[in-house]
């Protein structure tokens, strides 16, 4: 059955509290696979093999997704990605935490533009392997970013998903 099309599509996570330290990125398309696994389980397959995690988002070369790190405005995050909006909507309805924070609520939205990898605001959006920065190096200065070994798809923390990237670290201003 073929995957339904993917728009974009803006996620506000409402927080319990505001998040002091935002030096800290968080992954939508980590979110959503943990609440992939807290609705679906760990469960095998026929051959006795992990099932595959089929996330709501725009699958990218090497199976990662078209999706953001979160921008933290006091006790809202904001997430961009390209996915489908019901089926966003039912996984985050999975996720009471992120990190340390308690979520109250989540906003799923429609909206104009992609900015899953770069933001006119914000800036890069998610981590982009050196190998294949030169797609993007006429849309974005990638010297305003470090360079460093991390993670290009969830899971983050897993050595065999690490590469030299350019990490969005760069501060977002303040919205207006």
């Known amino acids: 059955m073929a995957r339904p099309p993917t728009t974009p599509l803006k996620i506000t996570a409402y927080l319990a509290d505001d998040i002091i330290d935002t ?3 968080i992954m939508l398309d980590a979110v959503l696979y943990y609440a992939w696994f807290t609705k679906n389980g760990a469960k095998l397959d026929d051959n006795s093999s ?3 995690v089929g996330l709501p ?3 990218l070369p090497g199976n990662r997704w078209a999706s953001s790190k979160g921008i933290v405005f006091g006790s809202k995050m ?4 390209m996915g489908t909006k019901d089926k966003t909507r039912d996984l985050l309805s999975y996720m009471h ?6 979520i109250e609520g989540w906003c799923v939205e429609d909206i104009d533009g992609d900015y899953s990898l770069i933001h006119p605001e914000y800036g890069l ?3 982009v392997p050196v190998m294949d920065a030169f797609a993007i190096k006429d849309l974005i200065n990638l010297d305003d970013y470090p360079r460093e070994m991390y993670g290009i798809k969830p899971p983050y923390w897993k050595d065999q998903n690490q590469r030299l990237c ?4 760069k501060k977002a201003p303040f919205p207006k």
Do not use: D, S
């Open 57 to 59: 988002l725009r699958q």
């Open 166 to 169: 350019y990490v969005p670290l």
């Open 97 to 102: 935490k992120a990190g340390n924070v308690t």
């Open 78 to 81: 904001n997430f961009y990605c």
């Open 50 to 52: 992990f099932r595959f």
């Open 125 to 127: 959006m998610r981590p």
């Open 23 to 25: 030096t800290e990125i």
